[in-house]
């Protein structure tokens, strides 16, 4: 029962969404839209949202691809230091998060204007730190679970610096990047705040154009077009990566089959 | 020596407020033999071995390998592999690729890499499980391909911590006759840490000891049992019998009687502490020509198939371990016959409350014999 509510609390707003979306009209009162069309569509494709969702596909990629790594190894130095070190430095590395974001953007956005950098430049630096923290975090759980012994044994074995990293480090963490970076890439993909002030409004991402649509009135099924198409993506990545998570977690049967050599001698 | 594994001077210390965790160790394994590294927890020995692996690049001192002098060479090159007491299988690839990952690290193709690792599996008894998820193996399957994987890194010198020591005994034992077959087969240099007195001397031609960061002993095995450096390698090696008394005219006398000492040994006199193999005494009646040492019985305990008498004086224990103790009984006063290559003197530790006076009481010898005791075995 509870899950059943809980489900219907995640999609009753999905649903409600899809049908604005395929709707041309729907007046109040009405249980499903009184007219089915494109009329949502064509508008949203009017108002720019393929170029959006470009803009917004390669900001995402762009904050993901740099907060990452990042985040990476300021986890594993973090795992690295000693204990007092760790909790000032965790603190600060958290401050991002904790900090609301207009008060970091006005800062910033003065800085910058100074400096007289592109606004694109200053979107992607201040979503990667606003990022940073959440994969910081998860490469830190990571890397406390991780053991550097497999690395240790690699090195015996004679593998060299470079290949111990790609061929035994990242595929030991791969499920803690790939979070850390499904993470990365929704602070960017979802980010208002920071685009519109750092970007002047001139940088039409996907969240900027449904806001703006949104502030009208009468254009709910082109409203509904935007925001189902800013969910998609991210969806699509969670059900990849859950797949892929499922598939590396598989034990094969054979566990239950152990061939085991004649026991030799017992121990005296 | 040259050809083997020789580390000089080896010193480790963690903070500059702890004592060091290893203390100018010189360690010689002649190429193709077997050392086992023994010691207590924490003395060191772990350190000892990463030290020669260049896993430890803070640690001073020069390692050899074969006459190459490995300083400043990164752990790829030194040509040693490892294996620890994890089996440490990396999760995402297969036995095989595990076991060609050494192959393929040092620029084999994927496919010569894995015929080639195909012969360690096999080597190992596992050629049935090439394709296996890792994850798949049992604990001692496990640690069959880490002892495969390593040895297929052609290493001149194979480091191996512990590698046993997570395994039940039956498997334990398994593992160590294996790896006496592929010491016969390829004759590898090793150096082996274990805690276990048992394993080292199953599988080792040498012991050396290290005991708080320092070597205490390095000598033949059999040499180690008998000939024990002090009482910490004595009780490091299983032994608990420690006699105080003194040496004088090659007799070693203590509360419990007197006992004729190695040759080796004949020259020591003045206190001294009687190191006695507790496997090696047999029991006999109290005036039995050959009863060295005469004891009053305070119990009598099973272990395994064998029984340990342990006995009292007024000053200090004795304990036998022995085939049979029949119909002796807590009590009873037995004798003790003690080949001279069960005891070893050495001198008396410097603990100042608990010393003994350099002439013993003369021990009591009783009048009467125990009803059974003479079932000597």
Redesign the interface.
């Known amino acids: 029962m509870t899950r059943l509510l809980l489900v219907a609390w995640f999609v009753a707003p999905l649903v409600a969404l899809v049908l604005w979306a395929f709707a041309d009209s729907w007046a109040a009162g009405s249980l499903l839209p009184d007219d089915w069309g494109r009329r949502g569509w064509d508008g949203a494709a009017g108002a720019g949202l393929w170029l959006a969702l470009w803009r917004s596909a390669v900001l995402a990629t762009v904050v993901m691809l740099l907060a990452t790594p990042a985040g990476a190894m300021a986890a594993r130095a973090l795992v690295r230091v000693g204990a007092r070190l760790r909790a000032a430095a965790a603190a600060l590395l958290l401050l991002p998060a904790v900090l609301p974001p207009l008060t970091v953007v006005l800062g910033v956005d003065v800085l910058l204007l100074r400096l007289q950098l592109p606004a694109a430049i200053g979107v992607v630096t201040i979503l990667v730190v606003q990022a940073l923290p959440y994969t910081t975090y998860v490469m830190y759980t990571t890397y406390l679970a991780h053991?550097v012994?497999?690395e240790?044994?690699?090195?015996?074995?004679?593998?060299?610096?470079a290949?111990t990293l790609v061929?035994?480090h990242l595929?030991?963490v791969?499920p803690g990047l790939a979070a850390a970076a499904f993470l990365a890439l929704l602070v960017a993909w979802s980010d208002y705040v920071v685009t519109v002030v750092m970007g002047g409004g001139l940088l039409l991402t996907l969240p900027v154009l449904v806001a703006s649509n949104a502030a009208g009135t009468g254009n709910e099924p082109v409203v509904a077009v935007l925001s189902l198409v800013a969910a998609v993506p991210p969806l699509a990545l969670l059900v990849v990566l859950g797949l892929l998570g499922r598939r590396?977690r598989r034990?094969?049967v054979?566990?239950a089959i152990?061939?085991?050599?004649p026991?030799?001698?017992?121990?005296? | 020596m040259t050809s083997g594994l020789s580390l000089r001077g080896i010193t480790r210390r963690f903070a500059a407020d702890q004592p060091a965790a290893l203390t100018d160790v010189d360690l010689d394994v002649a190429a193709g033999s077997c050392t086992a590294l023994l010691g207590p927890s924490g003395s060191g020995k772990t350190t000892l071995l990463r030290a020669a692996?260049?896993?430890e690049p803070a640690a001073a001192g020069s390692v050899q390998l074969a006459g190459r002098d490995l300083a400043r060479v990164?752990?790829?090159?030194?040509g040693?592999?490892?294996v620890?007491q994890?089996p440490?299988l990396?999760?995402?690839l297969t036995v095989r690729d595990n076991v060609a990952?050494?192959g393929?690290?040092?620029g084999l193709t994927r496919q010569h890499a894995r015929e080639e690792a195909a012969r360690f599996l096999d080597l190992v008894?596992l050629s049935?499980?090439a394709g296996?998820?890792v994850?798949?193996?049992?604990g001692?399957?496990q640690q069959r391909v880490a002892l495969a994987?390593?040895l297929?890194?052609h290493p001149q010198a194979l480091?191996l911590d512990e590698p046993f020591a997570a395994l039940d005994?039956?498997l334990?034992?398994?593992m160590l006759?294996l790896l006496l077959e592929l010491r016969a087969v390829l004759e590898p240099t090793v150096l082996m840490v274990t805690h276990d007195h048992?394993e080292a001397s199953a599988v080792a031609d040498e012991i050396a000891v290290l005991i708080d960061g320092r070597l205490v002993q390095h000598d033949a095995v059999d040499t180690v049992y008998r000939q024990p450096a002090g009482v910490e390698v004595h009780r490091l090696l299983g032994g608990v019998n420690e006699l105080p008394g003194a040496v004088r005219d090659g007799m070693h006398e203590s509360a419990f009687g007197r006992v004729p000492l190695p040759d080796a040994a004949r020259r020591a006199a003045g206190p001294s502490l009687l190191l006695v193999r507790h496997e090696q005494l047999r029991l006999t009646v109290p005036d039995h020509p050959t009863a060295h040492l005469v004891a009053t019985v305070e119990t009598v305990r099973q272990r395994?198939g064998r029984q340990v008498v342990s006995m009292a004086s007024e000053r200090s224990r004795l304990v036998a371990e022995v085939a049979t103790a029949d119909g002796v009984r807590p009590g009873d006063v037995v004798g003790l016959a003690v080949p001279t290559e069960a005891v070893w003197p050495v001198p008396m530790p410097r603990s100042g409350s608990d010393s003994w006076p350099a002439t013993p009481p003369p021990g009591q010898r009783p009048d009467r014999l125990p009803d059974q005791a003479d079932a000597s075995s």
Do not use: I, K, N, W
Not at chain 1, 152 to 161: I, K, N, Y
Not at chain 2, 135 to 138: G, H, K, V
């Open positions: 053991d012994a497999y240790e044994e690699a090195r015996t074995l004679g593998a060299s610096p290949r061929r035994v595929p030991l791969a590396s034990q094969p054979a566990a152990r061939p085991r050599p026991v030799a001698a017992v121990r005296p | 692996a260049g896993l990164p752990p790829e090159r030194r040693m592999a490892m620890f994890r440490l990396f999760p995402h990952f050494p393929r690290a040092a008894g049935g499980l296996r998820d994850r798949a193996l049992s001692g399957q994987r390593a297929a890194a480091l005994p039956a334990r034992q398994e006759d048992e395994g």
